[in-house]
């Protein structure tokens, strides 16, 4: 690339939109709540956690359902119960000797149908 040539997507010129920057500062959210929101984003990077919200997203079930949906262990299901159940994107019941996990609330299925429906797209 020339000295004189800009990287893609870059201005040809500066020119900085004062009108727009006003909008932007009024409206973006707090650092903190920012972080907030890229740590919870960061809970639907992993592939197993995101397998076992699409079963939770059909049926509440508990650890061995899981475990056997999953073809995975108890020991590393219940893990990522946990970091789910931390995230506050499932909850649990005890019933007997059971203990029953479900979606949170219908943010989190939500969160999964707009996901599929974004990345299904042409």
Do not use: W
């Amino acid at each position: 690339m020339a000295e004189h040539e800009k990287p893609e997507g870059c201005c040809d010129t500066v020119c900085v939109h004062d009108n727009l920057l006003k909008i932007v500062n009024e409206s973006l959210p707090p650092e903190t709540e920012l972080y907030d929101l890229a740590e919870l984003f960061k809970i639907f990077g992993d592939s197993t956690r995101i397998r076992i919200l699409f079963v939770l997203f059909e049926v509440e079930v508990c650890v061995c359902d899981l475990a056997a949906a999953l073809n995975m262990t108890q020991s590393a299901i219940s893990h990522q119960l946990k970091i789910l159940k931390q995230s506050k994107l499932v909850k649990s019941r005890r019933e007997g000797k059971s203990i029953f996990y479900s979606l949170a609330d219908d943010h989190v299925r939500t969160i999964i149908a707009q996901g599929c429906e974004h990345i299904e797209e042409n």
